[in-house]
């Protein structure tokens, strides 16, 4: 099970071996789902209407958008900003969990609450996603402006997307849009550790000592967090994504109408104006596709990792003793 366990017969995990497992799960998930990220980025950014009945603009659905990014781009255009996205997952996979698993631990210890309750899974995975938050959202920015530019290239590779922006925009810019990623990702990143404590209680017992998953279980649970997640908080991840491409307007010409903002107020007033209340929900095909995707391969690979921990280690100790009984 996810989160500190004072029930488990098995040694409690270190916060180092969480961030192991984590960095770990979120490298192995980020190559799986870039495709959709790509799409969910490129619908958040579109201003005109997302409609195949009525097209105007470039992209007016997920079969037809794939399409048309693979005739005119290739098929690496998928995987545009991988770099950036993977050192995204693997830090916020690190920092997330590690997070996580110390945080229900010191509730366990110092407060009269369970560490295995939804509530606390709620409470820490909140404040463990925010925390990584603010350590990755510069790699978070990065990511978006590579998905975000088509043909020719504003940005030629990493180092030089950042020594542009730092030049023309100052380092500030790294953290655009991180107030709405803030007010999004604690009920989004609580809501996923909740529903995941919730499904995977409900679907079977507890895991057994030293099978801590990385099952089927954890694969189910982990993608229906992750739709009710992102469907409950996904107007803040499109404010994001419009504000993070501020100062970029010009790569976006090609793709249709841009529009600039002086911040989240703004940001709002505008889509709701111009747009309608549908356009708070631009991308949320693709990307209730990747959340559940993401979600469940992430819980599930974290939980592989960590029985894959567990079992190297009861060997490694299993061998040692064998060696000191023979050398009695």
């Known amino acids: 099970m996810v989160g500190y366990d004072p029930g488990a017969v098995c040694t409690a995990f270190s916060p180092e071996e969480a ?57 690496s255009a998928f995987w545009k900003g991988h770099v950036p996205a993977q050192l ?9 969990f590690a997070s996580f698993e110390l ?20 409470m820490c995975g909140g404040l463990a996603a925010c925390s990584a938050t603010v350590v990755c959202q510069p790699l978070d920015t990065l990511r978006t402006r590579f998905a975000a530019q088509g043909e020719t290239k504003v940005y030629r590779n990493l180092r030089h997307a950042v020594s542009t922006m730092c030049r023309s925009e100052g380092v500030l810019t790294f953290y655009r849009g991180l107030s709405p990623t ?31 998953g990385g099952d089927l279980r954890s694969l189910v649970s982990g993608s229906g967090a992750g739709i009710i997640s992102k469907t409950m908080t996904y107007p803040f991840d499109l404010f994001k994504k419009r504000l993070q491409v501020g100062g970029f307007e010009a790569a976006r010409v090609h793709f249709g109408q841009v529009r600039s903002y002086r911040g989240l107020v703004d940001c709002m007033v505008q889509i709701a104006k111009e747009e309608g209340v549908r356009g708070f929900f631009k991308g949320l095909s693709p990307s209730l596709v990747k959340a559940a995707l993401s979600t469940g391969f992430t819980f599930f690979w974290y939980e592989f990792f960590l029985n894959a921990m567990h079992n190297l280690k009861e060997r490694r100790r299993t061998n040692g003793f064998t060696r000191d009984l023979g050398e009695r």
């Open 19 to 75: 961030a192991m497992a984590g960095s770990a799960a979120g490298m192995v998930t980020r190559a799986l789902i870039s495709p959709f990220d790509v799409l969910k980025i490129r619908f958040q950014l579109q201003i005109e209407r997302l409609s195949s009945c009525r097209p105007e603009g470039k992209y007016q659905g997920l079969f037809q958008a794939s399409r048309c990014i693979y005739s005119e781009e290739g098929l």
């Open 88 to 96: 995204l997952s693997i830090c916020f996979g690190a920092v997330q």
């Open 103 to 122: 945080m229900t631990e010191v509730v366990h210890k110092s407060t009269l609450y369970d560490s295995q309750t939804a509530g606390v899974h709620f």
């Open 182 to 212: 803030l007010m999004a990702v604690f009920p989004y990143a609580g809501l996923q550790f909740f529903f995941y404590n919730v499904f995977k209680k409900l679907l079977a017992p507890p895991a057994t000592a030293g099978n801590s």
